[in-house]
């Protein structure tokens, strides 16, 4: 262990979205926000969570901050509450600017949304919820950390969250395109193939940092025989960081975007690569938002897709992967959606030794970068290193049965993980599943 | 302008190419395009010399011809109203339009978004060179240029283009420039004089003097503005506005206390709270209106004028069409996972993998949709699919005088197209 296991008092944060955003409140400004979305926004869904819980603080043990931050009650989930919502609605509003400074550190940086303490709270009580109305708040009044506040702004310019052009997207299909070409003669990524079976969508990151995943993508695709394409058009990403910041009315611009660009080519389904949050988005927040009971075209999740591969031997692998490899559970997945049998049936396919990290599955840790508090940015990075340390102890743990590889088919938690393995010496190496499937498959060799 | 009432309408099917010729010659071939007449057949494929090029075959001509030239990429390939065949194209780098084998003078760094005009066949894109971005409308570039540009859309009389554009350069992590407003939207390269924080869905009006776009002044302060003006009301949120065919009135989806309405010109016209409310269109003389509308959290319909149909869809709902005198509506819609077509609400009788827009004959007394079964596409026509089955077909085509339909499909290796006489009518 490397790491301090501080966390930066909120008095020294140096977030100019938190604090430029608080010097222009006023109280009126406060209250009147506060109670048109307690008002119109929340209901008895949120009295219910607020007058249910009893504060018997077992949902401490469910969360990761409170763990790693030696047990501080200050990082309890029914203390996270009591230092945003509880105020609020005890107070009717009347709370001051440097409250909602205070909240908005709390609500941004130190709640992963992951919903493991909801499992741990004898009535259910779900306190990523309840923490979404303080962020929904702080997104009304204009507070909000300035990296993801910015992520939000780049959602609503270009609809994908990295500031992608239009041009660049393209360019890099093209790009990677040529580059898969030097594995697979004539292999393409089909643009815009209207009527095609599976509509492959990505993260902004991918085109920007990434892009060797949709080169893999690709040659999985077109190594599974696949009727598959992907969108020229805005659309293409399904990330969403408005849902974090609690600019819905984004969300549901970016969702409808999506939905639309799959339903306009006509694609049967939607193949998503691995990532959490978007999953989250396009499965649950975003879709109803916008009146959907279920996704409107079917979302499969990476996960999904290449366990149907396996289960239906569409593709070949040369031989199984030969390092001993552990498992990380995505929370917005495992928690939201269940699929780690699934992706367990995924590692047994592919990798010779398959060790668990405990505790595993829907009692997995967060990786402490998800619910958008990796792309709150280097102001609170050291904060959210230190949350997790706990995190760090069940690497080390799987570490010291064997494992020398982690899988973790979500980008925000390889975000999260990179930072938690280098900082406490863990020193394994992290992957996606897709990148264990790409270096095991079997693929023809290329004529000269 | 494609002269329907010129084209061979004489009932029967012409064999327009057998593609296993062009299977043997060439190694790589993309999806085929057909012309808006049925009568060539195109795609990108590659040449001898291995460069990207486009081959087309004609009816009545043995061989497939390629063009003269060929290129290190070429993408977008699609034939205009007029039978051109037109693909953005890349050498050495740079990229541009070509149409019928001529490419245009200027040169991009990128060239996307290609839009043909149905009327004339012109053809607009977005392009990036040296990092300034312009639309291009017929190889004539705007004057002025931008730091970023979405949305780009031509006027009805192809004369014009508007797009989003980003007026002030805004960098990664300037939050607070932002919120003052860095975006507006450019006609023909000249930005309106107002800054938003977002701009959206640019639309010109029919006689495409006027262009209209959803706006935002503040993360809760969503406008309609029309050449620049805002509504003097905003509201929640709200969709993309469009222009009435007859006069210069807007109407946009409208987001209020969480329901949605038709405003027009700032003041609610559809009082009923809907859960949603989008992609509305116009009866073509302006005099009607339909949207697509769940009137309750996951049901979904049609509302004309703002009356729901009885019927509701639990998934999804899509492409609403007036007939052509605004009497009728059908539309696409997706329930339990199967596909289906619904006129003047309702509900033809089969499922389908697969539905798409549907269309309507001149009189309005029919209805054809391409239609998707067990990995083959059908002819649905009034309800009732048509025998023959396709591994590939264009939209339906209906005769000028609503007596025929036109089918333009791939079956075995031939491209056929085969005009059929309507036996059946919709009541």
């Not at chain 1, 790491?3 to 010097?23: A, C, F, H, M, R």
Request: one cysteine or more; a negative charge; proline letters at 5%.
């Amino acid at each position: 262990m490397t790491e301090s296991n501080t966390v930066t008092p909120v008095k020294e944060i140096d977030d100019k979205g938190i604090l430029k955003g608080v010097e222009q409140l006023t109280p009126e400004k406060i209250e009147s926000t506060i109670l048109q979305v307690l008002k119109d926004e929340t209901g008895a869904k949120l009295k219910v969570y607020v007058d249910t819980c009893v504060h018997c603080a077992m949902c401490s043990e469910g969360c990761h901050f409170f763990l790693s931050m030696d047990r501080d009650p200050k990082y309890s989930p029914a203390a996270k509450v009591k230092q945003t919502l509880w105020e609020i609605i005890k107070k009717k509003g009347k709370v001051s600017p440097e409250f909602i400074k205070n909240a908005a550190v709390v609500a941004f940086t130190q709640c992963n949304l992951c919903k493991r303490c909801a499992m741990y709270c004898p009535f259910g009580i779900d306190i990523a919820y309840v923490i979404s109305v303080m962020r929904r708040i702080c997104h009304k009044l204009g507070v909000v950390p300035l990296y993801i506040q910015d992520t939000a702004h780049s959602h609503s310019v270009s609809m994908n969250q990295m500031w992608v052009k239009d041009d660049e997207w393209i360019d890099t299909l093209m790009w990677q395109e040529e580059e898969a070409q030097e594995d697979i003669e004539n292999l393409r990524i089909p643009l815009d193939k209207e009527g095609a079976d599976i509509f492959y969508s990505v993260i902004g990151p991918e085109p920007k940092f990434r892009a060797q995943l949709i080169y893999q993508a690709a040659v999985i695709m077109n190594a599974a025989g696949e009727n598959w394409t992907m969108p020229s058009m805005p659309g293409w990403d399904n990330s969403d960081m408005c849902m974090y910041i609690g600019d819905y009315e984004m969300m549901e611009r970016l969702k409808k975007e999506h939905f639309e660009c799959a339903a306009n080519l006509r694609a049967k389904r939607i193949v998503m690569g691995e990532c959490g949050h978007a999953f989250r988005s396009v499965y649950d927040m975003g879709n109803r938002a916008l009146g959907w009971r279920m996704p409107p075209v079917e979302v499969v999740h990476a996960i999904e897709y290449y366990n149907e591969l396996f289960e239906n031997k569409k593709i070949k692998i040369k031989h199984k992967f030969d390092r001993p490899v552990t498992l990380h559970d995505p929370c917005n997945i495992v928690r939201g959606r269940g699929l780690h049998e699934m992706s367990r049936n995924v590692v047994r396919a592919t990798c010779e030794t398959f060790i668990e990290m405990t505790p595993n599955r829907e009692h997995n840790y967060c990786c402490s970068a998800g619910g958008g508090v990796i792309n709150c940015g280097p102001p609170f990075k050291n904060a959210r290193v230190a949350s997790g340390k706990e995190k760090a102890q069940q690497l080390l743990a799987a570490k010291a049965k064997g494992a020398e590889v982690v899988i973790a088919p979500c980008h925000n938690c390889h975000g999260g993980l990179e930072d938690i393995i280098h900082s406490f010496g863990v020193d394994m190496e992290l992957k996606f599943l897709g990148d264990i499937i790409y270096e095991i498959l079997d693929l023809p060799e290329k004529e000269e | 302008m494609n002269n329907l009432d010129k084209w061979d309408w004489d009932t029967g099917i012409k064999q327009v190419a057998d593609l296993s010729a062009w299977q043997e010659q060439f190694s790589y071939i993309e999806e085929f395009r057909a012309s808006p007449d049925g009568e060539s057949v195109a795609a990108i494929v590659k040449n001898e010399e291995m460069e990207f090029t486009v081959c087309r075959q004609d009816f009545g001509n043995d061989e497939p011809e390629t063009w003269e030239n060929g290129y290190d990429k070429v993408w977008n390939l699609r034939f205009g109203p007029d039978g051109r065949l037109s693909a953005l194209v890349s050498d050495v780098g740079e990229w541009t339009v070509c149409t019928d084998d001529e490419a245009w003078e200027n040169g991009y760094d990128f060239v996307w978004n290609m839009t043909i005009a149905p009327q004339d066949g012109t053809v607009a894109v977005s392009t990036q060179k040296e990092l300034a971005y312009c639309a291009v409308n017929n190889d004539v570039p705007w004057q002025n240029s931008f730091s970023r540009l979405t949305d780009m859309v031509i006027s009805p009389d192809a004369k014009n283009t508007a797009a989003v554009v980003e007026t002030i350069p805004v960098l990664e992590g300037e939050i607070f420039k932002f919120r003052k407003g860095c975006y507006s939207v450019a006609v023909n390269g000249t930005p309106w004089k107002e800054n938003f924080m977002n701009a959206w869905d640019p639309v010109f009006s029919a006689n495409s003097s006027s262009v209209a776009a959803t706006v935002r002044t503040s993360y809760k302060d969503y406008y309609i503005a029309v050449d620049g003006k805002t509504w003097n009301t905003s509201f929640d949120s709200a969709w993309a506005p469009l222009f009435s065919p007859a006069g210069n009135s807007v109407t946009a989806p409208v987001k209020k206390d969480g329901k949605w309405y038709l405003a027009k010109d700032g003041d609610l016209i559809w009082n009923t709270p809907y859960a949603q409310l989008w992609h509305h269109i116009y009866s073509a003389d302006g005099k009607r209106i339909a949207a697509i509308v769940a009137p309750e959290f996951g049901k979904w319909t049609i509302s004309v004028d703002n009356a729901p149909w009885q019927v509701t869809f639990s998934e999804y709902v899509s492409d609403p069409v007036f007939s052509p005198d605004g009497t009728s509506v059908a539309c696409v819609f997706k329930e339990k996972g199967k596909w289906g077509i619904a006129v003047d609400g309702k509900v033809w009788k089969d499922r389908f993998d697969m539905a798409y827009p549907p269309v309507f004959s001149n009189d309005g007394m029919s209805v054809a949709a391409k239609v998707e079964m067990g990995g083959f596409y059908h002819y649905v026509l009034n309800g009732e699919i048509l025998d023959s089955r396709y591994k590939s077909v264009e939209p339906p085509l209906f005769s000028h005088d609503s007596s025929k339909i036109m089918i333009r499909g791939l079956q075995l290796n031939d491209w056929k197209r085969d005009v059929v006489a309507i036996n059946r009518r919709r009541i």
